[in-house]
């Protein structure tokens, strides 16, 4: 049972990590930060939120999404990576509310679907990651 259980936060993590690092990526490297305050943060909320506080929103949920998600897909510093995400997804959440009615909540359910299972399971079940060998070797 308890190597299902392995597998199984092994599985969330990189799920998880995957959507968020792919996502990022294509913000960063695809679009360009710049586009993507330009032509979705300003152009969606620029009625509802000062321009100063969409550009910071829009490249720190951006860098965010890119940076944990690679850091939960290696397995290192797992918990601040989660943190990080568990506030990308209360923006994300905050956000859409502002702008209308969340009827569609597919781009924010499923994703925090996976991560608040990593946050709350024992992280000495995560053994397939950087944080599991640096444990290991600290206790030596």
């Keep these: ?8 936060v092994l599985i969330m993590r990189l799920l998880l990590g995957f959507v968020f690092f792919f996502q990022g990526f294509g913000k960063v490297f695809k679009f360009g930060l710049e586009n993507v305050y330009k032509n979705f943060f300003l152009s969606s909320y620029s009625d509802l939120l000062p321009d100063f506080l969409l550009l910071i929103t829009a490249y720190y949920t951006s860098l965010i999404e890119l940076i944990a998600g ?6 290192l510093k797992t918990n601040y990576a989660l943190y990080a995400l568990a506030s990308v997804l209360v923006i994300v959440t905050i956000g859409h509310g502002l702008k209308e009615p969340i009827w569609d909540l597919s781009h924010v359910m499923y994703r925090t679907a996976l991560l608040i ?3 709350l399971l024992p992280r000495n079940l995560d053994i397939y990651s950087i944080d599991n060998l640096i444990r290991r070797k600290l206790k030596k």
């Design 70 to 75: 690679l850091l939960l897909i290696i397995g």
């Design 1 to 8: 049972m308890q190597k299902n259980q392995q597998v199984a």
């Design 117 to 119: 299972p990593l946050l």
